[in-house]
């Protein structure tokens, strides 16, 4: 079953002359369970495209069709919630002046839900932080637990999908496994759907079913987990990116390489 589907996605920013379109005519589909990524240069529209599936972006055309129903411009309370975004930077997506336990109150108080302080032990709980951990502030916290912290509030609606933007890459090389390594039990727990940017090839091998390789606001390639370990991708384009990945593609091309995480 295909919890998302985007058809003929294209999206833009600003108005008449100013208006510039920045993912031009995107389609895929996501199944339930799947973790599907997206990677390319800088400024190829990969944000974009998750700001317009979590909503934030409204000046999209196509089809969005999200857990079998299409999406309208206007979304209900609902719908908003079944997908939620995870930043890079916890720091500048986490407020500052604002306890944990108050962080992840705020969006139960925004969609009325009830059972409040039990949903944020279980969200707690679920990332691996301690209980206490709701009465500290931001800036008492590694940043490995801070990235916890946003997990924590993007799962604490129950959406159905995470949206995850450079989940890991402004954390220590090792700190990052650990939050790939919860991102993927948290997966299989709640049964999520992933759509994963990154620019870390490794990273994207390691969580990913299949990537989508983007250029200019568009793919030029969607490869396979299998393709991208055993570096039998087609397009020119994703060559250049394997081959500026950090250390990811072997001296020799179309070797497998043995040294990439399961
Ligand atoms: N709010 C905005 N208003 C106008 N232009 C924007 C806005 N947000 C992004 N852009 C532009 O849209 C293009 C795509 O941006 P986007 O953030 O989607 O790229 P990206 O592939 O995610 O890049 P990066 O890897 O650097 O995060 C860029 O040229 C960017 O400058």
Redesign the pocket.
């Given at each position: 079953m295909s919890m998302i589907k985007a058809h003929h996605l294209a999206?833009s920013?600003?108005h008449g002359e100013t208006a510039?379109k920045?993912?031009k005519d995107v389609s895929f589909e996501v199944e339930k369970g799947e973790t599907f990524g997206?990677v390319?240069?800088?400024?190829?529209?990969?944000?974009?495209?998750?700001?317009a599936l979590a909503g934030r972006?409204k000046q999209w055309t196509g089809t969005i069709e999200i857990d079998g129903e299409t999406i309208g411009q206007k979304r209900t309370r609902a719908q908003l919630a079944k997908q939620q975004l995870v930043f890079?930077d916890p720091f500048g997506s986490i407020h500052p002046r604002h306890t944990i336990g108050r962080t992840l109150l705020e969006p139960l108080e925004i969609h009325g839900k009830d059972r409040r302080q039990e949903r944020i032990e279980k969200v707690l709980t679920d990332v691996g932080l301690p209980l206490n951990f709701r009465y500290r502030y931001p800036h008492q916290l590694s940043g490995g637990q801070r990235q916890r912290v946003a997990i924590a509030r993007a799962l604490i609606l129950e959406p159905k999908i995470l949206l995850l933007?450079?989940p890991t890459s402004a954390l220590d090389v090792s700190i990052q496994a650990e939050i790939l390594n919860l991102l993927k039990d948290l997966r299989q727990r709640e049964q999520l759907t992933y759509i994963l940017?990154s620019?870390d090839l490794a990273v994207v091998a390691h969580l990913c079913d299949r990537v989508a390789i983007?250029q200019s606001?568009g793919f030029v390639e969607v490869a396979t987990r299998q393709q991208l370990l055993e570096n039998t991708v087609e397009h020119p384009y994703t060559r250049i990116l394997m081959d500026g990945s950090r250390g990811y593609v072997s001296e020799k091309r179309n070797s497998r390489r043995e040294a990439l995480p399961a």
């Open positions: 999206v920013y600003g510039l920045v993912v997206l390319g240069e800088s400024g190829c529209g990969k944000s974009t495209i998750l700001g972006n890079q933007d450079e940017v620019h983007m606001g």
